[in-house]
């Protein structure tokens, strides 16, 4: 089985997107230490490919400010929503989720303890009897789920599973389905399915579609009616936002092939129009035209640092002078990016070696 570029960057940008479910905030390093995690080792430039998460619609709850005691988060809104039912119970929700994420993103700041003490004293302005009793054990089950999710996501692959497509996709699914395991080990089904039930949802639909895509023993029209076979298990605002996403991907790469042909900006703002109001249009032209300004310094930045591996420097030298490059080149926010575009250089050149 060979998978194709795009689904091998989809598959790179995919592990993120699955050690992203558990570690987009992180644990105080006096309570837990974390170690590089194996399934991002290299993540995929944002510009490159489009996400993979899908865009649930959510309501939007009242805006309330965060404790102004509580480092990290003065002066923002309380994510999320913390809410009883008619009959005082705590209301399980995707929303729930969002409350506890935001709260516990500043425990590398203030703490883990000040960070729980902060919002258990949200959540007694907030909730009535008994619903705060059960957010009390819930907030333990969180805080216990994740602490197992993050030595779960910390184990190493192995050569084989690093090195080739095959390898990966099916580290990927074990990963998955290992943590979707992990999630039914600390909560209740209904706990677990309003917490994580669109997550999951889409997940499965992304490495089944990973998985189609990478066979070879079907037509290209057997693999499209077995993505829309796919798509169609999806929840129905999901299907709405992947329609909306293959769409946005269709654009994207016609739009593309009309730069590379040579075509003039107006060119291009007729063929977005055709899909996009005015607003939109004047957005994306500006985004491609920070995207190609950017690739071009790259390119700059490549040519410079390919001079500098001719001059005899040592490996500190040359490191000091690629570092003194990208300072020159990008500003601070760019400078994840370059690393993060370096890093898939070198292991594209890397596989590119021939062994001995």
């Not at 974390?34 to 489009?50: D, G, H, K, M, Q």
């Not at 490549?302 to 040359?318: C, K, M, N, R, V």
């Amino acid at each position: 089985m060979a998978l194709s570029l795009r689904s091998t960057a989809a598959l790179i940008l995919l592990a993120g997107c699955i050690a992203g479910l558990t570690l987009y905030w992180r644990w105080p390093a006096a309570e837990l230490p974390i170690a590089p995690v194996a399934l991002t080792a290299v993540a995929a430039p944002l510009s490159a490919t489009p996400s993979l998460a899908p865009q649930t619609i959510r309501p939007t709850p009242p805006a309330v400010s965060a404790p102004a005691t509580l480092p990290g988060l003065q002066g923002t809104d309380v994510d999320g929503e913390l809410k009883a039912d008619s009959a005082g119970n705590l209301q399980l929700s995707l929303a729930l989720r969002d409350y506890l994420d935001y709260f516990l993103s500043a425990a590398d700041q203030a703490g883990l303890e000040t960070v729980v003490e902060a919002m258990l004293a949200d959540a007694r302005r907030r909730l009535p009897e008994p619903a705060l009793g059960q957010f009390m054990d819930l907030l333990g089950d969180y805080m216990d789920y994740k602490r197992a999710s993050l030595a779960l996501l910390q184990q190493p692959l192995s050569t084989a599973q690093q090195s080739t497509p095959d390898g990966q996709l099916l580290a990927l699914q074990r990963a998955f389905e290992q943590l979707a395991q992990l999630r039914r080990a600390h909560f209740s089904s209904a706990a677990t399915e309003a917490l994580f039930g669109a997550e999951e949802a889409y997940g499965r639909y992304t490495l089944d579609n990973l998985a189609l895509m990478a066979r070879d023993d079907l037509s290209e029209h057997a693999k499209a009616l077995a993505q829309e076979r796919l798509r169609a298990q999806l929840p129905e605002a999901m299907r709405a936002s992947e329609a909306r996403q293959a769409q946005a991907q269709v654009v994207r790469a016609q739009t593309e092939t009309l730069w590379q042909q040579g075509v003039s900006e107006e060119q291009v703002r007729h063929f977005l129009a055709l899909t996009y109001d005015p607003p939109t249009v004047d957005r994306l032209l500006a985004e491609q035209r920070n995207e190609r300004a950017w690739q071009q310094r790259y390119a700059t930045y490549q040519q410079e640092l390919a001079s500098l591996q001719g001059t005899g420097l040592s490996a500190a030298d040359q490191q000091q002078e690629q570092q003194r490059l990208r300072q020159r080149l990008f500003s601070a926010a760019d400078q994840h990016r370059v690393e993060t575009y370096d890093a898939i250089a070198a292991k594209r050149q890397a596989n590119q070696q021939p062994e001995l």
